[in-house]
């Protein structure tokens, strides 16, 4: 299972960014989606996720500003993020709990992760 992340990028303190993640490669079926990020100096901290059924569990620092979502006929994850602020700065990764194969179990897979950057 291969994940690639995009949609980071430079935006002013208030606006709003959308990041998008899709899983590729051998996925026979793919449980928990969702999205860590790291902060220079920081240990990564999870940001939000959503279960297949599409229930969410957000961290509290987002919450009412980030929006999770995914597309399961995709494999992919989106994660709309608003209001952003400075602390919110950091490397976003985003994350899959995956069955690679019917019989292989399920563990986690990584992207390579996406900047974003608030700043004025």
């Known amino acids: 299972v291969q994940l690639q992340a995009y949609g980071g990028g430079l935006v002013q303190p208030g606006g709003s960014l959308r990041l998008s993640c899709v899983a590729s490669g051998n996925v026979f079926s793919i449980n928990t989606m969702g999205w860590y990020r790291q902060a220079p100096g920081n240990q990564r901290e999870m940001v939000a996720d959503?279960?297949?059924?599409?229930?969410?569990l957000y961290a509290d620092p987002v919450k009412g500003r980030f929006t999770i979502s995914r597309d399961n006929d995709k494999n992919a994850v989106f994660l709309q993020m608003n209001n952003l602020k400075p602390e919110d700065t950091a490397v976003y990764f985003c994350?899959?709990?995956?069955?690679?194969?019917?019989?292989?179990?399920?563990?986690?897979?990584w992207g390579q992760g996406t900047e974003v950057t608030v700043s004025s």
């Open positions: 994350y899959c709990y995956a069955r690679p194969k019917l019989w292989l179990p399920q563990r986690d897979y």
């Open positions: 959503i279960g297949r059924g599409g229930s969410a």
